[in-house]
């Protein structure tokens, strides 16, 4: 079990910061005339509180926008992340203690991550083989997991981790070319392989590092699917560039995002970092 909480922790690193946003008046800002291009727009700029907002409502509005409902899980996600490291603790249930914002939005998390694992076990029964579901299903077990044995260190998301592989590679067996699916299918295998002894990486149905970053990097030389499915890829490839300690490819790839979404923060403090011209 060590070894598995080892992995879910190093994958809670993938998430980015993010400026939290819970002034009353950014509802006022929302409209129900929002669609889910605004919301991950606001996501990949770094205002994940607009993001969960605007989730919030197309969620609310129609159950079955699988997109909108797994945003809105992974915009708490990260705002939990966020709030948790503004209290400056390293210890997380010290952090938590400390965190005011938390409760309230790990409620909302939990909510949501509830209803959506209901409408999608209950759909998969009878249309097991939906990949929208399949998908959907694999990658909110994954924010759970994340947030639960990442962000908070919690010793529980055991039966989601393994919910979200079966779910993820019964999708890629029907689709392989499924972009989204081999994206988060690619970081599990990235975080076993780079976290977990050789010998013991079968105790939690196998990983491989360089299999992993190279199912990102084809994905985002293909440019296959959308606009924001290729802005996910990009920010998975970003993120195992900088753990790679690849800073010229990094640097390269976070030029490129920074030009699609200046507002994000980490990205510029990144580019600052790494080179002293930029911005």
Request: aromatic content about 8%.
């Amino acid at each position: 079990m060590t070894a598995v909480a080892a992995i879910v922790l190093a994958l809670s690193l993938q998430s980015i910061d993010s400026q939290l946003s819970t002034s009353s008046s950014t509802r006022d800002d929302t409209t129900h005339s929002s669609t889910l291009a605004d919301a991950q727009r606001l996501f990949y700029n770094g205002d994940y509180g607009r993001a969960a907002i605007v989730t919030q409502e197309l969620c609310a509005a129609r159950p079955d926008d699988l997109d909108a409902c797994e945003l809105r899980t992974a915009s708490l996600l990260f705002q939990i992340k966020k709030a948790l490291g503004e209290t400056g603790e390293r210890d997380k249930a010290a952090g938590w203690k400390l965190c005011t914002v938390c409760p309230a939005l790990m409620s909302a998390f939990i909510a949501d991550t509830v209803r959506g694992q209901a409408f999608a076990r209950a759909r998969l029964k009878t249309h097991p083989d939906h990949q929208d579901t399949l998908f959907f299903l694999g990658k909110i077990d994954l924010n759970y997991v994340w947030l639960q044995l990442g962000t908070l260190g919690r010793k529980t998301g055991w039966d989601e981790y393994w919910e979200a592989r079966r779910s993820l590679d019964r999708l890629l067996r029907m689709n392989p070319e499924h972009v989204r699916a081999r994206v988060a299918r690619a970081w599990v295998d990235y975080i076993v392989g780079t976290t977990v002894p050789r010998g013991a990486r079968w105790l939690l149905g196998g990983g491989n590092k360089k299999r992993g970053l190279l199912v990102v990097a084809e994905v985002v030389e293909m440019g296959a699917g959308g606009y924001f499915v290729q802005t996910e890829a990009r920010f998975a490839l970003w993120d195992m560039q900088v753990r790679e300690r690849d800073v010229p490819g990094a640097m390269a790839t976070a030029r490129l995002l920074a030009r699609q979404f200046p507002e994000n923060r980490e990205l510029r403090r990144f580019l600052a970092m790494h080179d002293p011209t930029a911005g």
